[in-house]
Nanobody
Framework: QVQLVESGGGLVQTGGSLRLSCAAS????????MGWYRQAPGKQRELVAT???????KYADSVKGRFTISRDSAENTVFLQMNSLEPEDTAVYYC???????????????WGRGTRVTVSS
């Protein structure tokens, strides 16, 4: 059974920094991509940043230049360094893993339970 466990959320003032971590445990045959999504109150879940198995990254325009995604492939762990945080970054942040099964076909995404980030003005 695959589990994604996030950590690192909390309360921070505008301009501050936080570092989120997500560790994937269990049997995952082949990870294609790991990433972070967020959902603010009353809004839909949105992509924040992703990183592929080959290290290609993608960011939402709203976080470019402020957030950095990285991963430790050996440990199936993904990180999100968040700098210059703004109140608009307040949300629950979810870890996501996209992978393939032994057949080579994609399997349903894995999601963590989320970690809350609150940025005070």
């Amino acid at each position: 059974q695959v589990q994604l466990v996030e950590s690192g959320g909390g309360l921070v003032q505008t301009g501050g920094s936080l570092r989120l971590s997500c560790a994937a445990s269990g049997i995952i045959f082949s990870i294609n991509e790991m990433g972070w999504y967020r959902q603010a109150p009353g809004k839909q879940r949105e992509l924040v940043a992703t990183i592929t198995s080959s290290g290609i990254t993608k960011y939402a325009d709203s976080v470019k230049g402020r957030f950095t995604i990285s991963r430790d492939s050996a440990e199936n762990t993904v990180f999100l360094q968040m700098n210059s945080l703004e109140p608009e970054d307040t949300a629950v942040y979810y870890c996501n893993v996209k992978s393939r099964g032994r057949s080579g076909f994609p399997v349903p995404d894995y999601w963590g339970r989320g970690t809350r980030v609150t940025v005070s003005s």
